[in-house]
């Protein structure tokens, strides 16, 4: 039994002649009377019943064609979708991203994709303890944005771009870009420095080429969380300038000489033309 046997079963069924069936399937009457015979022996159930003049559905066939007519319209509905994924313009992909991006090139990438591939679901997640390296090799994630390039032989990546890290602090503060004495004697609001974080790293570098022994008061890693409590007067904070797209009241960013990387990254030998065109629309973004 093939899929163009059930088919032809259904024109048939819909038109109840065999002259008007043939016609409309594009093949000749003696071949289509061999297709419905042939299914009929191989099912043992008699589909229809015939003489001269007339041909009847059975019960049997009404049965069937009133599963079969469903089961063909989502295996021809699947089929197309497939198609459509195979051509980069349908489908569910995965990505992961830091919190920085979420402002400004996050919001440009997803209205490109909008844009290029609007049928195209998306499944974004910021990730805590999970690195992107892991999501990406266990398939739980499609594309990952990431500070730092993952050297893995199994994934590749590119920089897209680099910014400064700033100093964050509320409006009138007395740090400026003149002025940056005395930090030693600032409440921080940042990343853990105990973590292994890339940008945990990068603080702790950065302290220390500057001999300053933080005072933190509050670790988070929502960017977001930290900007607010920053406008609150609570501390002062080192965020990537993406934050500053963010626009939040009351809140100054001082550039700092320090920079910070973004990568696309992505399995090797990828298969999904999705995947593909999504990375292509990415470096666009940015050449934009």
């Not at 015939?50 to 469903?70: C, M, P």
Request: hydrophobic letters at 40%.
């Amino acid at each position: 039994m093939t899929v163009q046997q059930i088919k032809y079963f259904l024109v048939l069924a819909k038109e109840l002649h065999f002259w008007n069936t043939a016609e409309k399937v594009f093949i000749s009457q003696s071949s289509l009377s061999r297709q419905i015979q042939a299914l009929e022996d191989e099912l043992q159930i008699q589909l229809f019943e015939r003489d001269k003049r007339n041909v009847k559905l059975t019960n049997a066939g009404k049965f069937l064609q009133e599963h079969w007519t469903k089961k063909i319209n989502e295996f021809d509905q699947i089929i197309r979708q497939a198609k459509k994924i195979d051509e980069g313009k349908a489908g569910t992909i995965s990505i992961t991203y830091p919190g920085s991006i979420a402002y400004e090139f996050l919001p440009k990438l997803l209205e490109a994709l909008n844009n290029n591939l609007p049928e195209l679901k998306i499944e974004l997640t910021e990730p805590t303890d999970e690195n992107h390296e892991k999501l990406l090799l266990n398939f739980k994630t499609d594309i990952a944005f990431s500070r730092d390039k993952i050297k893995n032989i199994n994934i590749d990546s590119q920089k897209l771009y680099s910014e400064p890290i700033c100093l964050v602090v509320p409006k009138n503060h007395r740090l400026n870009k003149g002025n940056m004495t005395r930090l030693d004697n600032e409440k921080f609001i940042i990343s853990g420095l105990h973590q292994t974080t890339f940008f945990a790293s990068l603080l702790r570098s950065w302290f220390s080429k500057n001999k300053i022994e933080p005072k933190t008061i509050i670790e988070s890693d929502f960017g977001g969380m930290i900007i607010n409590l920053v406008s609150k007067g609570l501390g002062i904070s080192i965020l990537p300038l993406s934050f500053k797209s963010a626009q939040v009241e009351n809140v100054e960013f001082i550039e700092l000489e320090e920079t910070i990387d973004l990568y696309i990254n992505w399995r090797k030998k990828e298969l999904n033309n999705t995947i593909k065109k999504v990375i292509e629309l990415a470096k666009n973004v940015v050449k934009k």
